[in-house]
């Protein structure tokens, strides 16, 4: 079934693939706690999803389709070069659509698209920890989590709030999982943390270089962390994107020139391609196409 | 206003990729360097590439020098990336460095022992000018030669251990941790700390033990010992029932004597600290033996007061490839999170002014 001669089906080792499911199991089993496992080397460099590839790696049939997204993105170079790793190590179909795909691997973002029962989302990790800027051993956050001693991070979001007078955490905001565990939700935004909540599709994220897995099963309750007297919120850029019109999704600020000019373009290339496909048009939309 | 939609990744990845292969072949007028000519000239470099790359291999290693141009951190990633997926048919009993073929042996402790001082191929004594002969290409003179002593060194701390100076090295049955198989936990056994170390970078562990040296965690080390030559490895399959030699490999060992002033539960004496690397590579070992030494101040009693004594800081950041990924990664875009940190810092640039106004 490989494509690449040498290498096993979604080139990790049977053996390899086995030990990862095993972790996955016990972190669905315990919602949002990090559970320990013998990360491989792969053959991409740490930080470019090594753990996001090898849960993707552990979970992949035949029969799967893939879609892969790096800040929103089908096509950015990094995207990119992991769809390819698997359209080369298991052969398996790839998509950009949001809707056709069975396994999403995503960086920093979650789909604007409500995803479904039988679709999977692996989060590319790069500190499972949501402790770590508080606490950097990890002996002592690991005790920390198991007596559910959380206080230092609600000092810490109480001091932002005397300084700042809000919460100043934009992304990586921590969530509770299922009441019990304190999670990273990975570098998403802020604005995608209420999809967490609830997700009939079954969230797992990998961190190859720090070697932990942990997951949320569908439809677990995930909070961010707030007050009652300083709710959580999320922000975006307070425009409608340039292109689909969208007023509710997630934006990239684009420089366009050295006066200051900017455009605001959906950061989920899907979501922004099939509103426009609809007819939906913005600001800036090429005037050829906005005539079809 | 014009905006083109960043398209297009996968064709220029493909050319990133073919003017990287241009690049790294360079003047095509000039020889093509051969891994052979890498692995018998260029020996120091294959040899860091397989301690950091966790694989004694020098074609492959010389392979990697190749491909990495010379990037050595480089080259030890791809040696690891295709280690990992290298099936384990056995693991190898305890090497056995007193029966050593040893081409170098040194001990800064005693003017002679038995055995005597070996000097070996050693850059030690040379003087540090530019060879200009080395330009030219031509043939060294045929090293002197003398009749080899087949009979095995003892180890320097053996001596001292008959008087009951140094610490004792109880042999141990038990099974080593793997760290290429299971992540690191804390507190880590020593055996585990000893492998992080043997893979971990050169500069990191010279940096830290050389900052021991300074009064960070100082432990008063003695080169106990530095030996090198070819160690056999035997493997006993369990169908066999004995042990098989399955070949040699170069190694580098150092046993740092340390004093250690003694505890409420251990006499005065000398304590060890251990470093052992593929290939020749004396650096590498002597500054594990340093951080080795430094790494067990807990379990001797001694104030952790210095960066090379916490354990968890050592462990987690001696490994090259994870720093180089993790470093190097903040290339990825970041758009979406730099995004969310506009609008914050926007929103708390505005609530400053208001208040300044008022």
């Given at each position: 079934?490989?494509?690449?001669?040498?290498?096993?089906?979604?080139?990790?080792?049977?053996?390899?693939?086995?030990?990862?499911?095993?972790?996955?199991?016990?972190?669905?089993?315990?919602?949002?706690?990090?559970?320990?496992?013998?990360?491989?080397?792969?053959?991409?460099?740490?930080?470019?999803?090594?753990?996001?590839?090898?849960?993707?790696?552990?979970?992949?049939?035949?029969?799967?389709?893939?879609?892969?997204?790096?800040?929103?993105?089908?096509?950015?170079?990094?995207?990119?070069?992991?769809?390819?790793?698997?359209?080369?190590?298991?052969?398996?179909?790839?998509?950009?659509?949001?809707?056709?795909?069975?396994?999403?691997?995503?960086?920093?973002?979650?789909?604007?698209?409500?995803?479904?029962?039988?679709?999977?989302i692996v989060y590319q990790v790069p500190q499972p920890e949501p402790l770590s800027r508080l606490e950097p051993s990890r002996a002592e956050t690991r005790r920390m989590h198991a007596?559910?001693?959380?206080?230092?991070?609600?000092?810490?979001?109480?001091?932002?709030?005397?300084?700042?007078?809000?919460?100043?955490?934009?992304?990586?905001?921590?969530?509770?999982?299922?009441?019990?565990?304190?999670?990273?939700?990975?570098?998403?935004?802020?604005?995608?943390?209420?999809?967490?909540?609830?997700?009939?599709?079954?969230?797992?994220?990998?961190?190859?270089?720090?070697?932990?897995?942990?997951?949320?099963?569908?439809?677990?309750?995930?909070?961010?962390?707030?007050?009652?007297?300083?709710?959580?919120?999320?922000?975006?850029?307070?425009?409608?994107?340039?292109?689909?019109?969208?007023?509710?999704?997630?934006?990239?600020?684009?420089?366009?020139?050295?006066?200051?000019?900017?455009?605001?373009?959906?950061?989920?290339?899907?979501?922004?391609?099939?509103?426009?496909?609809?007819?939906?048009?913005?600001?800036?939309?090429?005037?050829?196409?906005?005539?079809? | 206003?014009?905006?083109?939609?960043?398209?297009?990744?996968?064709?220029?990845?493909?050319?990133?990729?073919?003017?990287?292969?241009?690049?790294?072949?360079?003047?095509?007028?000039?020889?093509?360097?051969?891994?052979?000519?890498?692995?018998?000239?260029?020996?120091?470099?294959?040899?860091?590439?397989?301690?950091?790359?966790?694989?004694?291999?020098?074609?492959?290693?010389?392979?990697?020098?190749?491909?990495?141009?010379?990037?050595?951190?480089?080259?030890?990633?791809?040696?690891?990336?295709?280690?990992?997926?290298?099936?384990?048919?056995?693991?190898?009993?305890?090497?056995?460095?007193?029966?050593?073929?040893?081409?170098?042996?040194?001990?800064?402790?005693?003017?002679?022992?038995?055995?005597?001082?070996?000097?070996?191929?050693?850059?030690?004594?040379?003087?540090?000018?530019?060879?200009?002969?080395?330009?030219?290409?031509?043939?060294?003179?045929?090293?002197?030669?003398?009749?080899?002593?087949?009979?095995?060194?003892?180890?320097?701390?053996?001596?001292?251990?008959?008087?009951?100076?140094?610490?004792?090295?109880?042999?141990?049955?038990?099974?080593?941790?793997?760290?290429?198989?299971?992540?690191?936990?804390?507190?880590?056994?020593?055996?585990?700390?000893?492998?992080?170390?043997?893979?971990?970078?050169?500069?990191?562990?010279?940096?830290?033990?050389?900052?021991?040296?300074?009064?960070?965690?100082?432990?008063?080390?003695?080169?106990?010992?530095?030996?090198?030559?070819?160690?056999?490895?035997?493997?006993?399959?369990?169908?066999?029932?004995?042990?098989?030699?399955?070949?040699?490999?170069?190694?580098?060992?150092?046993?740092?004597?340390?004093?250690?002033?003694?505890?409420?539960?251990?006499?005065?004496?000398?304590?060890?600290?251990?470093?052992?690397?593929?290939?020749?590579?004396?650096r590498k070992a002597m500054g594990m033996a340093l951080v080795d030494r430094a790494m067990r101040a807990e379990e001797l009693g001694e104030d952790l007061t210095a960066p090379a004594q916490n354990v968890e800081f050592v462990l987690y950041h001696s490994d090259n490839i994870e720093g180089t990924g993790f470093v190097e990664h903040l290339k990825?875009?970041?758009?979406?999170?730099?995004?969310?940190?506009?609008?914050?810092?926007?929103?708390?640039?505005?609530?400053?002014?208001?208040?300044?106004?008022?």
């Amino acid at each position: 079934m490989s494509t690449v001669e040498g290498y096993n089906f979604a080139y990790l080792d049977e053996q390899t693939k086995r030990m990862i499911r095993r972790a996955l199991l016990k972190a669905v089993a315990i919602p949002g706690h990090q559970i320990p496992f013998g990360s491989r080397e792969m053959p991409l460099p740490y930080g470019w999803g090594t753990g996001g590839i090898q849960v993707t790696a552990a979970i992949l049939g035949p029969e799967d389709t893939l879609k892969v997204i790096d800040q929103g993105a089908d096509d950015t170079t990094n995207a990119v070069s992991i769809r390819r790793f698997f359209a080369r190590t298991a052969g398996v179909a790839t998509t950009t659509d949001t809707e056709a795909a069975t396994v999403i691997q995503t960086r920093h973002r979650i789909p604007e698209k409500k995803l479904r029962e039988d679709q999977i989302i692996v989060y590319q990790v790069p500190q499972p920890e949501p402790l770590s800027r508080l606490e950097p051993s990890r002996a002592e956050t690991r005790r920390m989590h198991a007596l559910a001693e959380y206080g230092l991070m609600h000092v810490k979001l109480y001091e932002d709030i005397t300084r700042f007078g809000h919460i100043a955490i934009s992304y990586d905001y921590p969530v509770m999982v299922n009441g019990r565990h304190l999670m990273a939700p990975s570098p998403i935004p802020a604005f995608d943390n209420p999809k967490m909540d609830m997700m009939p599709a079954l969230q797992l994220f990998g961190a190859g270089r720090e070697k932990r897995i942990y997951a949320i099963p569908p439809y677990t309750s995930v909070k961010s962390l707030d007050f009652d007297d300083h709710p959580f919120r999320t922000t975006r850029a307070p425009h409608a994107c340039g292109l689909c019109g969208a007023d509710d999704s997630y934006l990239d600020e684009v420089v366009t020139d050295d006066k200051g000019g900017r455009l605001y373009v959906c950061s989920d290339t899907d979501h922004c391609e099939t509103r426009r496909a609809a007819g939906h048009t913005g600001s800036e939309t090429p005037v050829a196409e906005a005539a079809q | 206003m014009a905006y083109v939609a960043v398209k297009g990744g996968e064709k220029a990845i493909d050319a990133a990729h073919a003017w990287l292969a241009s690049d790294r072949r360079g003047d095509p007028a000039i020889a093509e360097v051969s891994t052979a000519q890498i692995a018998s000239q260029l020996g120091r470099a294959v040899d860091r590439v397989m301690a950091e790359g966790s694989l004694y291999d020098r074609d492959l290693a010389a392979l990697a020098i190749k491909q990495a141009q010379g990037d050595l951190i480089e080259a030890a990633f791809l040696l690891r990336a295709y280690r990992t997926t290298l099936p384990r048919f056995a693991y190898s009993l305890p090497l056995d460095t007193a029966a050593m073929q040893i081409r170098r042996r040194i001990s800064a402790v005693f003017k002679d022992l038995p055995g005597g001082q070996v000097l070996g191929p050693t850059y030690d004594y040379t003087h540090r000018l530019l060879d200009f002969a080395l330009l030219a290409e031509g043939q060294p003179p045929a090293p002197p030669t003398a009749p080899s002593d087949a009979a095995p060194l003892r180890r320097v701390n053996d001596f001292l251990g008959h008087e009951g100076l140094i610490e004792p090295d109880a042999p141990s049955d038990a099974t080593p941790g793997d760290l290429t198989r299971e992540p690191l936990t804390f507190p880590a056994s020593r055996e585990v700390r000893l492998q992080a170390l043997a893979r971990g970078d050169e500069g990191f562990l010279l940096a830290l033990g050389y900052s021991t040296q300074r009064g960070y965690g100082g432990s008063h080390p003695f080169a106990g010992e530095i030996r090198v030559g070819e160690a056999r490895v035997e493997i006993e399959p369990p169908e066999l029932g004995f042990a098989i030699d399955i070949g040699d490999i170069t190694l580098t060992e150092c046993q740092m004597v340390n004093q250690f002033k003694g505890s409420r539960t251990a006499p005065p004496q000398f304590t060890r600290g251990y470093g052992l690397t593929f290939g020749h590579a004396e650096r590498k070992a002597m500054g594990m033996a340093l951080v080795d030494r430094a790494m067990r101040a807990e379990e001797l009693g001694e104030d952790l007061t210095a960066p090379a004594q916490n354990v968890e800081f050592v462990l987690y950041h001696s490994d090259n490839i994870e720093g180089t990924g993790f470093v190097e990664h903040l290339k990825l875009p970041h758009y979406v999170d730099f995004q969310s940190e506009l609008e914050t810092i926007r929103r708390m640039r505005a609530d400053a002014m208001k208040d300044a106004a008022e």
